[in-house]
């Protein structure tokens, strides 16, 4: 039986040590709007029309409001404050460039540079090991559903594939040099295939000394654990080192209707239970063979959490290992990022940047997705709450 972990995740002294009176009051304010879906669904689309709309004060109060909360900046630089403020809390950052992919060659080019220079970027700050991609930042969706699908490719598709493979190369290549590491998001089902080979050829490339290239691996899907362990099993084989990020995912909906529109199996596990039992023996996986697997357990779940520090524990492994890592979002549980840096593991948060406008996709989803989590959200608003009080404030 696994030895429980000591950590108290409800400390919220600890949990909010980073943020003034009067931001924990704006966090407050943010937080008790969120928590009504049918405010955050009209916020949503009022937002986007007046954007488009090029409004005047929006793109300001968007800033100042739910950017602000979950986002570093609108520039590399410009996250340099908040990079600051999670070393001050012991915690790394992970920088994501939030714009939502293109459709065109030059778009796709741009995305690699600015990937580039995020790794240049990163090498100049140390707590800054990762930076994070998607595949559909760099190609043509449909291309890679193409190609998964085994069908023929016309010769300008197959040079278009090729200028996809050299894209994700010059980004692994330079994070090699640099000793950045890179984490490739899973995206949806039907594209995934396609990037599992493009990211396992990257990792083969460049995974032979030190895990630069993780792929990740999304358990709400049934099959992915045991692609998880033939990952490893072909990382032995071939003589490189597995990079593994674990989510738990984060397109069901999308999935569950396309199976059944199409008249396919789904892909998602029967329900909740089968998706944790999955994600909780994935973290016992990568911790038992963490010598060959460098980890990220990308989680906002407190138990997941609590198990890899136990797991570590119990093991006697250093709690600072380099393939053993923790992840949550930049704005949310706090109280999990920052009682794990207190208590010495590896802990980051990651950071998505990027102009306001382009990055405001990744804000809605967030605001929905986590109205729609309705315990999540309440149990974030009751800990800052808790603080609040703690603190003395109204």
Known sequence: MTKKTSIDFTNTAIAFSGKTDKQLK???????????????????????AALNLNLPFVETTIKHTIFEQFCGGTTL?????????????????ILD???????????????????????????????????????????RFALLEKIQNGAALTEAEKTEFKNVNK?????????????????????????QDTIDFLVNKMMKRYNGERVIVYNTFQMYRHDRLQYLIDSYEEARKEGYLLGAKLVRGAYMEKERARAA???????????????DNDYDTAIQFCVEHFTHIGSCNATHNMNSCALQASLI?????????????????????????FNLADAGYNVAKYVPYGPVQDVVPYLIRRAQENSAISGDMNREYELIVREMKRRGLK
Request: net charge positive; aromatic share 6%; proline share 4%.
């Open 167 to 191: 894209r994700l190369d010059a980004i692994c290549y330079a994070a090699h040099n640099k000793k950045v590491g890179v984490f490739v998001d899973a995206e949806e089902s039907w594209i």
């Open 97 to 139: 460039y939030g714009a939502e992919a293109k459709t065109s060659e030059l778009d796709f080019n741009g995305t690699m540079n600015e990937m580039i220079r995020a790794i240049e970027f990163a090498e100049q700050n140390k707590s800054v090991p990762v930076i994070s991609m998607k595949i559909t930042g760099i190609s």
């Open 313 to 337: 524990d119990q093991k006697n492994i250093k709690k600072n290992h380099p393939h053993l890592n923790f992840c949550q979002l930049y704005g949310m549980s706090d109280n999990l990022t």
């Open 26 to 48: 704006k966090m407050t304010r943010l937080f008790q709007l969120m928590n009504h879906t049918w405010l955050v669904n009209i916020g949503s689309k009022i937002g986007i």
């Open 77 to 93: 630089l410009g996250c340099q404050p908040v990079i600051n403020q999670l070393v001050g809390q012991k915690a790394l950052t």
């Open 261 to 275: 529109a199409l008249n396919l199996p789904s892909p998602i596990q029967p329900n909740k239970k089968a998706t």
